[in-house]
Nanobody, 121 residues
Framework: QVQLVESGGGLVQAGGSLRLSCAASGTISHSALGWFRQAPGKEREFAAA???????LYADSAKGRFTISRDNAKNMVYLQMNSLKPEDTAVYYC????????????????WGQGTQVTVSS
């Protein structure tokens, strides 16, 4: 069973950038990976995903601003977030994708504990 630990969250001003990291306890080279986020009072929503082959998928809200990447040698997945907006404030989670489509939360397992991102206006 893979364990995931997110890091890199924090407080940033609107327009700023953050890079989230997700460290896996085991090998992830054979797994798709995704980032989701949950804002206060809202359901968890898809942000980005990356396949084993490096193909990426983004939520409309993330396109052009977020970049997901992976380093299989280090068992890491990253989410580079630029041009951050107050509405990006949320707890961000990474997870292992088990099946497609990768923008569906129910198709993921082995969720991390999350990292808080707060964007001030």
């Amino acid at each position: 069973q893979v364990q995931l630990v997110e890091s890199g969250g924090g407080l940033v001003q609107a327009g700023g950038s953050l890079r989230l990291s997700c460290a896996a306890s085991g090998t992830i080279s054979h797994s798709a990976l995704g980032w989701f986020r949950q804002a206060p009072g809202k359901e968890r929503e898809f942000a980005a995903a990356i396949t084993t082959g490096g193909n990426t998928l983004y939520a409309d809200s993330a396109k052009g601003r977020f970049t997901i990447s992976r380093d299989n040698a280090k068992n890491m997945v990253y989410l580079q977030m630029n041009s951050l907006k107050p509405e990006d404030t949320a707890v961000y989670y990474c997870a292992v994708g088990l099946r497609i489509p990768l923008n569906f939360e129910r198709n993921y397992a082995y969720w991390g504990q999350g990292t808080q991102v707060t964007v001030s206006s």
